[in-house]
């Protein structure tokens, strides 16, 4: 009998989560407060494979950015953060000619890297960057190339371990970050797991993400609500840098 009590309250949370729902989790009002000076933005990717309508992946995001009002949303969160006088780091995708001598690389990678998304033909002079794929959304630039945002190294899977994202927060005293961008199921996922897991208070903006596809975005919004320390609209996070 003892032991069946334990494993029904080892259960028991478990069951909770189950019934009441990450989802509903994310959607819950949280007491979760930005610490002063030691807070940063962090968006994923916000480049124009994903995000500009010639993008050669726009047309799967197309529908969930729309939905969202993504695209606005993420302006929304660098021009506050700016405002606010709040650090900003860009984590973006590439892949350099290199790249392509990937041995066995996973089904999506394999398609990324054949499709060219993120593709860069100079990995030393970044001459060939300027308006392609793996450029910057245009009506981003002014918060990105004003001097002062961090663009880190380009992460090359999903998450930021294979780029300087951690050292470049750490570097400056970051602990808490709020993060959004693209793809919510991939790599802004991996890049909220990979923080929490160093010791990160996240925040992620859930309408400032973009999925390719519905049923991707509410597995995103399912981790999301596991993980992160809160899940904010943009309204939220926009009151909560203006503080």
Not at 217 to 226: E, M, P, R, S
């Amino acid at each position: 009998m003892k032991r069946l009590n334990l494993a029904l309250l080892c259960t028991l949370p478990f069951a909770f989560a189950m019934t009441s729902g990450p989802a509903a989790a994310a959607d819950a009002p949280t007491a979760f407060a930005l610490s002063a000076g030691h807070t940063a933005l962090v968006v994923t990717d916000p480049q124009n494979d994903f995000l500009d309508t010639r993008g050669k992946a726009y047309g799967l995001f197309a529908d969930n950015l729309k939905e969202l009002n993504a695209i606005d949303n993420m302006e929304r969160l660098f021009k506050m953060a700016k405002q606010a006088g709040l650090p900003v780091f860009v984590s973006p995708h590439g892949y350099f000619p290199t790249d392509h001598a990937w041995r066995d690389p996973g089904a999506l990678q394999k398609q990324l890297l054949e499709l060219g998304i993120f593709g860069r033909s100079d990995a030393v002079y970044a001459s060939d960057l300027k308006d392609s794929g793996a450029d910057f959304l245009a009506r981003y630039k002014p918060y990105i190339l004003d001097g002062k945002t961090v663009v880190t190294s380009p992460h090359k899977v999903y998450g930021p371990h294979s780029n300087d994202l951690v050292l470049q927060l750490r570097s400056r005293g970051i602990d808490t970050v709020v993060l959004a961008g693209l793809a919510a199921n991939l790599c802004t996922d991996s890049h909220l797991r990979e923080l929490v897991e160093n010791g990160f208070r996240v925040a992620v903006v859930k309408d400032a993400v973009g999925a390719p596809g519905a049923d991707a975005y509410k597995a995103a919004l399912v981790n999301y609500g596991f993980i992160a320390n809160a899940v904010w609209t943009t309204d939220e996070a926009v009151k909560a840098m203006g503080r």
